[in-house]
């Protein structure tokens, strides 16, 4: 809860926009979250402080350098912690001691009920307003999601995964979110693009339904 209420707070919105946008200056982020330049270094500041922040000059063309942020190392403990070591080990152990099958079920256990708690948040009749709505609720909980038009569907991008020490272990961990889309917004969203393999974001390609 404290990591949510934090994420919804113009600081912890402008963590989030750096972690997307990798560096961003003042005036950018002013621009994005329609506050004043001033009111945007005050808290890049504090963040700076804090440890969370760098700056470095960049030249922008031909006129004079910029000052653009970036998030440290010391940032990723803002983002929510899903003690990755213990759900290794915890999976490891059902499919060792239960089976593969077994952990495929614990899986989708898991998925059915975050898929639950999610159906509370969205209340839309279209496709799109869903996204937007699951997109909404999954930047709360620290994962920085967007949604996009692409064409006649929509595309729900996440750029950070906070299974991502697991997955590369347990794959079917991704099925989780794969469960969420298809019983809140479309059965007919498909991954195109992950996280897990190299990929810049997790894409989901998004059908109206």
């Keep these: 809860m404290q990591e949510a209420r934090f994420f919804q707070s113009t600081r912890g919105k402008i963590v989030s926009a750096l972690r997307r946008r990798h560096a961003a200056s003042a005036?950018?982020?002013a621009g994005?979250?329609?506050l004043s330049t001033n009111a945007v270094r005050q808290q890049l500041l504090a963040l700076e402080r804090d440890g969370y922040v760098a700056e470095r000059a960049v030249?922008?063309?031909?006129?004079?350098?910029?000052?653009?942020?970036?998030?440290?190392?010391?940032?990723?403990?803002?983002?929510?912690?899903q003690y990755d070591r213990m759900l290794n080990a915890v999976l490891r152990e059902v499919r060792e001691t239960?089976?593969?099958?077994?952990?495929?079920?614990?899986?989708?256990?898991?998925?059915?009920?975050?898929?639950?708690?999610v159906r509370e948040r969205v209340g839309a009749s279209d496709t799109q307003g869903?996204?937007?709505?699951?997109?909404?609720?999954l930047r709360e909980q620290g994962v920085e999601a967007e949604v996009i038009q692409v064409g006649g569907a929509v595309e729900l991008r996440e750029h950070n995964c906070p299974y991502a020490k697991t997955v590369?272990?347990?794959?079917e961990v991704?099925?989780?979110?794969?469960?969420?889309?298809r019983e809140t917004v479309s059965a007919e969203s498909t991954q195109v693009e992950s996280l897990?393999?190299?990929?810049?974001?997790?894409?989901?390609?998004?059908?109206?339904?």
Aim: glycine residues 10%; neutral net charge; proline residues 4%.
């Design 98 to 117: 239960l089976g593969a099958e077994a952990l495929s079920s614990v899986i989708q256990g898991i998925g059915k009920r975050a898929a639950a708690k």
């Design 196 to 209: 897990a393999t190299g990929g810049d974001a997790c894409r989901f390609e998004i059908k109206a339904s």
């Design 130 to 137: 869903r996204a937007h709505e699951v997109a909404t609720y």
């Design 32 to 34: 994005e979250f329609g």
């Design 27 to 29: 005036v950018d982020l």
């Design 168 to 171: 590369s272990e347990h794959p």
């Design 174 to 181: 991704c099925s989780i979110i794969h469960t969420v889309l």
């Design 59 to 81: 030249r922008r063309g031909r006129t004079k350098p910029t000052l653009e942020y970036s998030l440290t190392a010391g940032a990723e403990e803002l983002f929510p912690q």
